[in-house]
């Protein structure tokens, strides 16, 4: 019992790692210029985001092709650069990141 215990710890403490170092990715990756946690800035906050694509399928996939080449009117009249200077696998990370927030 202590083992499984312990394996639910270290899942715990690798989790919560690996969503700190992608928030710093996000931060890195100037998306946090226009976007914060849990309130709306220049675009949607993240966890209102996560909201509405939690369950949508296909989800992912859309969201990441919008944060590469940018996109407009979802959210409002203000437009998402594109974010050609991000890696694939970094955009890939911080939208997982993101639909992963509750």
């Given at each position: 019992?202590k083992l499984?215990?312990?394996?639910f710890?270290?899942?715990?403490?690798?989790?919560?790692?690996?969503?700190?170092?992608t928030?710093?990715?996000?931060?890195?990756?100037?998306?946090?210029?226009?976007?914060?946690m849990?309130?709306?800035?220049?675009?949607?906050?993240?966890?209102?985001?996560?909201?509405?694509?939690?369950?949508?399928?296909?989800?992912?996939a859309?969201?990441?092709?919008?944060?590469?080449?940018?996109g407009?009117?979802?959210?409002?009249?203000?437009?998402?650069?594109?974010?050609?200077?991000?890696?694939?696998?970094?955009?890939?990370?911080?939208?997982?990141?993101?639909?992963?927030?509750?």
């Amino acid at each position: 019992m202590k083992l499984v215990y312990a394996a639910f710890v270290i899942t715990g403490v690798l989790s919560a790692g690996t969503a700190a170092a992608t928030e710093k990715l996000a931060l890195s990756s100037g998306c946090m210029t226009c976007h914060t946690m849990d309130r709306k800035a220049i675009g949607p906050g993240y966890k209102e985001i996560a909201a509405k694509y939690r369950n949508e399928k296909g989800a992912e996939a859309k969201m990441i092709q919008k944060v590469k080449s940018g996109g407009s009117g979802v959210w409002g009249p203000a437009p998402m650069p594109p974010n050609p200077h991000v890696k694939d696998d970094d955009i890939k990370a911080i939208v997982q990141w993101i639909l992963s927030l509750k």
